[in-house]
T-cell receptor, first 114, second 112 residues
Framework: SAVISQKPSRDICQRGTSLTIQCQVD?????MFWYRQQPGQSLTLIAT?????????ESGFVIDKFPISRPNLTFSTLTVSNMSPEDSSIYLC???????????FGSGTRLTVV | TQLLEQSPQFLSIQEGENLTVYCNSS?????LQWYRQEPGEGPVLLVT?????EVKKLKRLTFQFGDARKDSSLHITAAQPGDTGLYLC????????????FGKGTLLTVNP
């Protein structure tokens, strides 16, 4: 299965600022997924990032707030823009090994907005 | 929208006890996956079940996929403190639907 390097692992940010989270995969993948997870809670899909096209966002998430880049088949970034305390959460990237083979997740970025 | 109801949400047991976690839906899934997540880490895949009625065993963990592919269960025998973590079930829609639908998770604590 793929290995994902995600950084930063955690950050404390001032409200109104932006944070960019990076994910590097050790193999080429078509789709990368970005999730948000409230502490102790389940995962909510933010968007799906395809190389060479705009990301597809889920209901409740917009590109202006969560811009995503996918410059090649092994790398993606998610930016959390104009942060407020409500954005404090864990952000995870993920890739699929195929629907019947499970997904691999990065170790997550724990964001605290003060 | 496909929903997965996972229960119980919290479970605190003593070492050596058995437990079962349930994942139910009114929707059919092409596969169902179970993950375990420890603090500060991303979820790690435990198993994928694909065929209705399928049973898979992973040491002390037994996973079952319902005949109608709408529900699944995870049974742990003789739980150990190392089993502590957040257990998540996730359903895959199949075909061009690549998205996973996650249950709310079961936070398991096994006390020594």
């Amino acid at each position: 299965s793929a290995v994902i390097s995600q950084k930063p692992s955690r950050d404390i940010c001032q409200r109104g600022t932006s944070l960019t989270i990076q994910c590097q995969v050790d193999s080429q993948v078509t789709m990368m997924f970005w999730y948000r997870q409230q502490p102790g809670q389940s995962l909510t899909l933010i968007a799906t990032a395809n190389q060479g096209s705009e990301a597809t966002y889920e209901s409740g998430f917009v590109i202006d707030k969560f811009p995503i880049s996918r410059p090649n088949l092994t790398f993606s970034t998610l930016t959390v823009s104009n942060m407020s305390p409500e954005d404090s959460s864990i952000y995870l990237c993920s890739v699929s090994g195929g629907l019947n083979y499970g997904y691999t997740f990065g170790s997550g970025t724990r964001l605290t907005v003060v | 929208t496909q929903l997965l109801e996972q229960s119980p949400q919290f479970l605190s047991i003593q070492e050596g006890e058995n437990l079962t976690v349930y994942c139910n839906s009114s929707s059919v899934f092409s596969s169902l996956q179970w993950y375990r997540q420890e603090p500060g880490e991303g979820p790690v895949l435990l198993v994928t079940v694909v065929t209705g009625g399928e049973v898979k065993k992973l040491k002390r963990l037994t996973f079952q996929f319902g005949d109608a592919r709408k529900d699944s269960s995870l049974h742990i025998t003789a739980a150990q403190p190392g089993d502590t973590g957040l257990y998540l079930c996730a359903g895959a829609g199949g075909g061009s639907n690549y998205k996973l639908t996650f249950g709310k998770g079961t936070l398991l604590t096994v006390n020594p």
